[in-house]
């Protein structure tokens, strides 16, 4: 099989939660461990840093990826799903996978894979695994996929942990309270492996607190030695912070937008304090370029990307409700004469708390995802208008967005997203 004969072969022999959901989702590590088994165990291999967390984790996967990188190790990243090429899910230095690498893991492994019968996601994690191992990187970052407990990449033992936050999310997999949530975020904790939390949340502390005494794991909660505070505006696509850490004062420039990048930077900051505790050599010109390059050095897409100009168009793929209550709060920085919202959502996720919080003056149009969990677009619309939400219903999403900019004024301002699916299937992206 060439590439594109692979990644057909993959999509349908194999449940893709992205795609499918509830049957692609398995809840044990059977699968992975046996997986990793057949592959001569590539994840103990290399040395690894895990990221969990409802928001955040794959902006800080990458940061981290990118300081690593600049301090001149060979860095591998995993994480998912992918935007536009499912290559995007492995990389090394920041460059992807190659299309013969995918092609030669299934042919090798096609048997087995077919007599497993793993998950999509299952498939990549010991794809990633093997080709960091084979490729013998000096550390890799693991983005997990969903949770953590029961998640397939929670079979490495890391150097060090990493959970961003704790929200809303998945609830039909991971449980209706932050506390329950928690949890499973928590299942990354390894004996002995520092753990770093990006942001304090009253009701999951004494989660994290009991979990890290369990498995005798040193915890520090980043936001509380750290303070991060944005100090100018996003000038041609970099960020201005101001760090207070453990005394020292100092300012740094972050090639990620978002206002909500600034729960992120506690946890990232500590990281690398926690890493170079260990021995890992990372300068403060290594720091300094990964995060005001990061975006260049991984190939980072879709968080707060400015699109276009008069009107100003912007996608992020912050898809539930405190991601979405983030990007809200963003946009009322922003001055605009009209808000368009060009947004789809998947079906098995409770939209109505995110429907509620959207601006009803804001014009809408609904679209979908060509993928099968995606919720049609007028049913989303049916669902908006009992919220209040009124607007056109044009399924495509880039017909969607050029409905949106034929009627826009160039003083308006379009955003683009409610679910990463969408986001993807941007042209311009």
């Not at 492994?109 to 497993?116: D, P, Y």
């Not at 191992?133 to 890799?140: R, S």
């Amino acid at each position: 099989m060439n590439y594109q004969e692979t990644l057909d072969y993959l999509y349908q022999s194999l449940p893709m939660f992205q795609r499918v959901g509830d049957s692609a989702f398995k809840k044990d590590l059977g699968n992975t461990l046996a997986l990793c088994s057949h592959l001569g165990n590539p994840e103990q291999k290399f040395k690894s840093i895990h990221v969990a967390g409802t928001n955040g984790k794959g902006s800080t996967s990458h940061t981290l990826a990118a300081i690593l990188q600049a301090a001149g190790y060979k860095t591998g990243l995993y994480t998912s799903p992918h935007l536009k090429s499912f290559t995007e899910r492995i990389k090394i230095n920041g460059q992807e996978i190659e299309e013969s690498a995918v092609v030669d893991f299934v042919a090798e492994n096609r048997q087995f894979l077919e007599n497993l019968r793993p998950s999509f996601f299952e498939m990549t994690v010991g794809m990633a695994f093997w080709y960091f191992a084979k490729n013998e990187v000096d550390i890799a970052i693991i983005e997990v996929g969903m949770g953590g407990r029961l998640d397939s990449t929670n079979v490495i033992l890391p150097e060090l942990s990493l959970i961003t936050n704790i929200g809303y999310d998945h609830q039909q997999y991971l449980g209706e309270t932050l506390p329950l949530i928690a949890g499973e975020k928590a299942g990354i904790i390894k004996s002995g492996v520092p753990v770093v939390i990006s942001q304090t949340q009253d009701e999951t502390t004494p989660v994290f607190l009991q979990k890290a005494k369990e498995m005798g794991a040193t915890l520090i909660f980043a936001d509380q030695i750290i303070n991060v505070e944005r100090v100018t505006s996003e000038v041609k696509g970099i960020a201005k912070y101001l760090i207070l850490d453990n005394g020292r004062q100092f300012h740094l420039e972050f090639g990620l937008l978002g206002n909500y990048q600034k729960y992120n930077l506690p946890g990232i900051v500590e990281a690398v304090n926690q890493l170079k505790l260990m021995g890992w050599e990372i300068s403060d010109e290594a720091f300094i370029q990964g995060l005001r390059e990061v975006s260049f050095m991984t190939g980072l897409k879709g968080r707060w990307q400015i699109l276009g100009e008069n009107p100003t168009i912007i996608a992020d793929t912050g898809h539930n409700e405190p991601g979405i209550r983030e990007i809200l709060a963003q946009l009322k920085t922003y001055s605009f004469h009209q808000l368009w919202m060009v947004i789809g959502m998947v079906q098995d996720k409770d939209v109505r708390k995110i429907l509620e919080i959207l601006p009803k003056d804001a014009q809408y149009v609904f679209c979908q995802a060509t993928i099968p969990r995606a919720m049609p677009a007028d049913i989303l619309a049916q669902k908006a208008q009992e919220a209040g939400l009124k607007g056109s219903v044009i399924p495509s999403v880039n017909e969607a967005l050029v409905f949106a900019q034929k009627n826009a004024q160039s003083h308006d301002l379009i955003f683009v997203g409610g679910s990463t699916f969408v986001v993807a299937e941007i042209d311009d992206l």
